[in-house]
């Protein structure tokens, strides 16, 4: 097992490049555990900017090791940055530490914390894509096929999927887009569609074996609960899927069933099949990372017009919900078309904060809220609604 994990380091081709970042943290606990694998590392633009939409990035190690966060950022880093992305690498647990889903439950785990602290790193989490090569690529393609998936059961097995991992479970852990480089995605049909590998992919010391725990020929429901394959359907993100015809490691065929079962379910995706592509020998090279930028920059830009056209249906809704200011009990009624952070805070005429109505966490929905104003005063107030997407304030009238 050691020596897949060597091999895969050795047909990595890591880019050499001058520091690209303005700022980084580094070894951030996302689990509030003080533990190796549970930290992650955040890199920002040289680019004056107040925020930036966040890219995770995952690194690949057939799930053999807990810490080779840098790995990630030497192969991603550069290309993300030079696009003005946050770069987020996190470290996850191996399959030595733990065995699936905890894998999944980190990952999950990192796209809520970043959500959580976006205004602390300087994250604009309106767009997270995320990334990752061989099985950090399968990790990253099962964050999109399970981006509204709780728990799964096949058969007599049910997994927690969504996991409890850290202090942020109120939050969504859903990605917008996903740059699948090499990684598998049908367990049980590594051997079979394959043209001739290194791996033995149905032998008890196979990688997908160790992570779940036994030959997945003898484990045929824990193999399709690990499979990013088995959770497509019409409401996942868009997908670019690169894979070389020449991967003695992962079977290219693995990136074509992925892309055939989100094509029937009417997901946005591109497949890439590079001639002569090995194990990351022939795709790291510059003309595909600009693949990966182009489609994260594309699908980002449809999401701040959804966003826009967002905002303004949430203004009308929330205009066309004015208070009535003859009531003791004022009502105030808004919609919210996408998840977000509310706050609804009232002030007085001299901008003295009076009351704070909501400060939460809120699912898209529809929402009222009650302001007892029994015991102010006649007068001018304001009414201040704050969400991810716009900030509104709005003229009130008490009178007695």
Known sequence: MKKIFVIIFLVISIKVFSQQYSKIWKDINYADDQKIYHMLDIYLPNSNKATYPPVIAIYGSAWFSNNSKELAFQVFGSSLLKANFAVVTPNHRSSYDAKFPAQINDVKAVIRFIRANAQKYQLDTSFIGITGFSSGGHLAALAGTTSNIKEFTIGDITFDIEGKIGNYLSYRSSVDAVVDWFGPTDFLKMDSCSSGGTIDH????????????????????????????????????????????????????????????????????????????????????????????????????????????????????????????FNGTTKISFSLHEDSNTKIIIYDLLGREISTLLNCNLRAGDYTVEWNSQSQISGIYFCKLLTNKFTDVRKMIILK
């Open 202 to 325: 149905n032998s008890p010391t196979a990688p997908e074996a160790v992570l779940i725990g036994g030959p997945v020929k003898q484990n045929k429901n824990k193999c399709e609960l690990a499979n990013p394959i088995t959770y497509v359907d019409p409401k996942d993100p868009p997908f670019l899927i690169l894979h070389g015809d020449k991967d003695p490691l992962v079977p290219y065929c693995q990136s074509e069933l992925l892309f055939k079962e989100l094509q029937k379910n009417n997901v946005e995706s591109q497949f890439i099949l590079v001639s002569g592509g090995e194990h990351g020998p022939g795709l790291f090279e510059e003309k595909y990372f600009n693949m990966m930028t182009e489609f994260f920059l594309g699908q980002m830009k449809k999401i701040k017009t959804s966003i826009k056209e967002s905002y303004i249906k949430d203004k009308k809704s929330y205009l066309r919900n004015y208070p009535n200011p």
